[in-house]
């Protein structure tokens, strides 16, 4: 069965320090889709990126950057020089493809906030 | 192209009663998802309707129910409600499904006393 983990509950970090989001993640299916959302306290889950099982590939968007690593099955994000507007919850999710229609599970999310 | 929309964003019922959340997808995608968030359990799949089919389910008790319509809009219904049913509910649609990146409304949060 696919189960992905955050450890962190919470990290508190000072404005403009790098920070970094853990996400292990369990699968039995080779081909499987990644993603990452924040979630504000306005509550909307916002996408943030997806990744696929075959592309290994890190990724860098602006300030944001993801290290996929299916070694380790982890799926790590880093927020360098950390704003206060980083400041939310974020999940890391999983969606098998081999399995049929499944739908997304996620981690049980970890709470950043960022201190000016 | 307009966002996920629900409505209401915010109801306040009381135990036994039943409710109806609405929401309307992005243009042109055909998955819609509900996901319930609550403080304990986290976000959990309730279920996803494509082309006004149920194709996916979670594991949530009958009084969960949910429908699509011909453009794509859904609702879900909740009946004899609970407590422990108090949550932020969440609906996600994507163009086709699981291989799609699904994006979120801004949720219903729902109280019941």
């Known amino acids: 069965a696919q189960k992905v983990t955050q450890a962190q509950t919470e990290i508190s970090v000072v404005e403009k320090e790098d920070v970094t989001l853990d996400c292990v993640y369990e699968?039995?299916?080779?081909?499987?889709?990644l993603f990452w959302y924040k979630q504000p306290p306005s509550g909307e889950l916002v996408f943030l990126i997806r990744?696929?099982?075959?592309?290994?590939q890190n990724e860098i968007s602006g300030r944001y950057s993801w290290n996929f690593q299916k070694s380790t099955s982890s799926f790590n994000f880093t927020i360098t020089a950390s704003q206060v507007v980083d400041s939310a919850v974020y999940f890391c999710?999983?969606?098998?493809?081999?399995?049929?229609?499944?739908?997304?599970?996620f981690g049980k999310g970890t709470r950043l906030s960022v201190i000016a | 192209k307009a966002g996920v929309t629900q409505t209401p964003r915010y109801l306040i019922k009381t135990r036994g009663q039943q409710v109806t959340l609405s929401c309307s997808p992005i243009?042109?995608?055909?998955?819609v998802s509900w996901y319930q968030q609550t403080p304990g359990q986290g976000l959990q799949f309730l279920f996803e309707?494509?082309?006004?089919?149920?194709?996916n389910k979670g594991n949530f008790p009958g009084r969960f129910s949910g429908r699509q319509f011909s453009n794509s809009r859904s609702e879900m219904n909740v009946s004899t409600l609970e407590l422990g049913d108090s949550a932020l509910y969440l609906c996600?649609?994507?163009?086709?499904?699981?291989?799609?990146?699904?994006?979120f409304g801004p949720g219903t949060r729902l109280t019941v006393l």
């Open positions: 996600a649609s994507s163009a086709e499904g699981w291989r799609d990146t699904q994006y």
């Open positions: 699968t039995r299916d080779t081909t499987y889709y």
């Open positions: 990744r696929n099982s075959f592309d290994e």
């Open positions: 999710a999983l969606s098998e493809a081999d399995s049929g229609n499944t739908p997304l599970v």
């Open positions: 243009s042109g995608h055909r998955s």
């Open positions: 309707y494509f082309s006004e089919t149920q194709r």
